[in-house]
């Protein structure tokens, strides 16, 4: 069975920009969260999707958003991009929504803000 | 406000030997504490998790111990390998609330 893909794998933008990130769950596999990593504050959660709905929403600036599709796929959105914003950006797919299920991470898009 | 804190930052163990990594979480309404192995270039990946209703869980060379008084627990990695090296995530959560990281502990293991 195929893994969580994310696309695409890197990425470079300017500061003001606007980056659209995929990521396709492992199939079968409902939910699908996000976490954004830097090396300074480590894991941090940025949203679930479950049913194309989003159920909990990590503290985060409103520029960050995202969306699920019918078929469990995912991308997230950040607008007016900083430089702060540069980090490895996660995926994580899980069959049911909820930590208690476990979640399988992609391979992260690496993104800098230059 | 960080709710899980994770030592050490960075950890250099001889291979055979026991690699030790703790965490302490604040919030009392957490009752699952997953550890999440990383290797570059890779995602994290679930190595063992915990609930509270036990105070140690064992899979192969990897231990939780869990001390629910103190709001603490770690991770015991036995006879520890080269391949072990990695990056190490603790992890805390309740069923209303995502999981909340510790800030990674870095494992070197040398021959």
């Known amino acids: 069975k195929a893994g969580v893909t994310q696309t695409p794998r890197y990425l470079i933008k300017t500061r003001g920009q606007q980056v659209t990130l995929s990521c396709s769950p492992i199939s079968g596999h409902r939910s699908v969260s996000w976490y954004q990593q830097t090396p300074g504050q480590g894991l941090q959660f940025l949203f679930e999707?479950?049913?194309?709905?989003?159920?909990n929403k990590g503290n985060f600036p409103g520029r960050f958003s995202g969306r699920q599709f019918s078929n469990s796929r995912s991308e997230m959105n950040v607008s007016t991009l900083e430089l702060g914003d540069s980090a490895l950006y996660l995926c994580?797919?899980?069959?049911?929504?909820?930590?208690?299920?476990?979640?399988?991470f992609g391979p992260g898009t690496r993104l800098t803000v230059l | 406000q960080q709710q899980v804190k994770q030592s050490p930052q960075s950890l250099i163990v001889q291979k055979g030997g026991i690699s030790i990594i703790n965490c302490a979480y604040e919030n009392t309404a957490f009752d699952y504490f997953p550890w999440y192995q990383q290797f570059p270039g890779k995602g994290p990946a679930l190595l063992i998790a915990?609930?509270?209703?036990?105070s140690e869980k064992k899979e192969g060379r990897f231990t939780i111990s869990f001390n629910k008084s103190a709001k603490q627990f770690s991770l015991h990695i036995m006879d520890s390998q080269p391949g072990d090296s990695a990056t190490y995530f603790c992890?805390?959560?309740?069923?209303?609330?995502?999981?909340?990281f510790g800030k990674g502990t870095r494992l070197s293991v040398i021959a």
């Open positions: 999707y479950f049913s194309e709905t989003q159920r």
């Open positions: 994580a797919s899980s069959l049911q929504q909820g930590p208690y299920n476990e979640q399988f």
């Open positions: 915990i609930r509270p209703d036990v």
């Open positions: 992890a805390a959560s309740s069923g209303n609330t995502p999981l909340v």
